[in-house]
Each structure stands twice: as C-alpha cells, then as structure tokens.
C-alpha cells in the first residue's frame, strides 16, 4: 500500500503541539510515505528543511499548483457597484482583507499599520467571521478610533464574495510566519481569481504566486515590511495591470491539471 501527504502547512495554524507534530511528521514523512505533494517548487526545500530530512526525500516530492476558484463564485458586479453597496468611496484606495479571521492571520496588526501608512483618502475593508471573540475585540479595538476602517464580522454568503473583492484594490494577507510554514493560500488564490493584486509575506507557496501575479510581497522579518508593501501598492501606477497579470496566473492553475496530476501520483506514474 502506498500512503502520499498533501503539504499544505508545517504545522497546524494554532501551533497546540509543534514539537510533537514535527517529530512525529519527520517519521511520517521518511519511513512511512511514499509520495509528499506539495503546491510549489520552493516548498520541496522548504520541508526538507523544517522536518530535517535527507536529500533523498527531495526525490519523492511532487508539485501539484493549487487550482484556482474561478467560476466558483458568482462574479458579476464592477468595483463601482460594489463600492456603492458597501457604501464605500468610489475615489478612495481600498486596502481589503477577506477569508476567516485567525490567529496567524495577524488582522489586528494590519489594523494598526494601516493606522500608521494610509492617507485620508485610504480605506480598510476587513471581512470575514472571526474565530474567536477575543480576535474580534482584538481587531474591534484596533480599528475604534480610525472612521476609515469598516469591518464586516459574519460569514459571507458565497453570492457577497464578489462584493469584498471587487471593492478593494488590493487584498493583504499580513501573515504570521515564525515557522516559515505557508506552503499555501487559499485566500491569496481567491482574491487573485477576482483580478486583485495580493500583499503578503515572501515565504512559502504563498511568496511564489504573489510574485508571480507581480503582486507586492515583503521579506518576514522585516520590521517594517508590511508598512513598506502598502505603501508601494497604495502609490503603484499600474494596479488594474497586476490585477490583471493576478488573474492570468491562477487562471492557468486549474484543477483539472490538478487531478491529472494528483491521479498520476497515486498510480505512480511520476
């Protein structure tokens, strides 16, 4: 029998037991797998490394590219319109955050850095259900003082999806990263899908399809490297193009390509 893991993080999001989880991921991994799907090429290393494997691991390590979500929501309203439902500016920057909110999402820090880098003509739209209600105090207090930020704290119907991307202009994902751990986004795929240029931090998966949609990217451990990423995409000139290059390249990860070749992995044919 044949046993493959899809890699989609180091260790789970709320880190209970990451010592453990690693050691015993580290077994997994060289003794008992016989195949490890991963999303991108620098997360073959990326593993490698974390779970302290031998070379030899890196031969029985597969890219399969996440596929995108194109057509899974409606998408039929303009970034005017959207503007107008959520009674937004239409003139005005928007720096959006959409998905769940959780702890390694980090949104009381965006919260606070917009407070620091926007203009008065920026705007914060942050939305989504948050795990907890202490996350929700947590970015409630941060946003209290600042009338330019709007957050939205329920689960978004599927038909409204469209509504938080199409009237942002760029979509952050300020997450936290002490484990090098984002093999992958959802989120960033997401958000791409509707032509919107994505900030998030360079590592992992994640790293990889930002930049390749020329989104804006920033090094982790930077003290000022989400600052510096929204100021560069509040002054770039050609947003609308990298939203447009955005699309283009989850476009291209589709999930039929995605099961050819899952399927040939479980047939070991690669």
């Known amino acids: 029998m044949s046993l493959v893991w899809t890699a989609h993080d180091i260790v789970e999001h ?16 060289r003794f008992l797998f016989s195949r490890i799907i991963v999303h991108c090429s620098r997360a073959r290393d990326v593993i490698r490394e974390a ?19 194109l057509g ?12 107008e439902r959520l009674d937004l500016p239409a003139d005005a920057f928007v720096f959006g955050f959409f998905g769940t909110i959780r702890a390694y999402k980090d ?14 003509d920026h705007r914060l739209l ?4 948050p795990r907890t209600r202490a996350l929700e105090r947590a970015v409630e207090d941060a946003a209290a003082a600042d009338d330019r930020i709007r957050t939205v704290f329920e689960y978004v119907p599927d038909d409204e999806v469209q509504l938080y991307l199409r009237a942002a202009d760029v979509v952050v994902l ?5 484990e090098r751990s984002m093999l992958t986004s959802g989120s960033a795929v997401l958000a791409m899908g509707f032509g919107r240029p994505v900030i998030a931090p360079d590592v992992g998966c994640v790293g990889a399809v930002v930049d390749e949609g020329e989104g804006f990217t920033y090094p982790p451990d930077a ?9 560069r995409a509040a002054n770039a000139d050609d947003i609308v193009a990298r939203g447009r290059q955005s699309r283009a390249v989850v476009g291209r990860r589709t999930w039929d ?8 992995v479980y047939a070991e044919r690669v």
């Not at 003290?223 to 100021?231: N, V």
């Open 14 to 29: 709320e880190r209970r037991a990451p010592r453990v989880e690693r050691a015993f991921k580290h077994v997994f991994l």
């Open 51 to 69: 779970y302290r494997l031998p070379r030899a691991t890196l031969e029985k390590t597969v890219v399969v590219p996440h596929g995108n979500f």
């Open 72 to 83: 899974d929501y409606p998408d039929e309203v303009t970034r005017a319109d959207a503007r």
């Open 107 to 120: 949104v009381p820090r965006l919260v606070e850095t917009f407070g620091r880098v926007a203009d008065d």
């Open 126 to 129: 942050v939305a989504g259900n």
């Open 174 to 178: 300020p997450f936290r990263t002490e």
């Open 223 to 231: 003290d000022a490297g989400l600052d510096l990423a929204m100021r």
């Open 257 to 264: 390509r995605a099961a050819t070749l899952t399927a040939d």
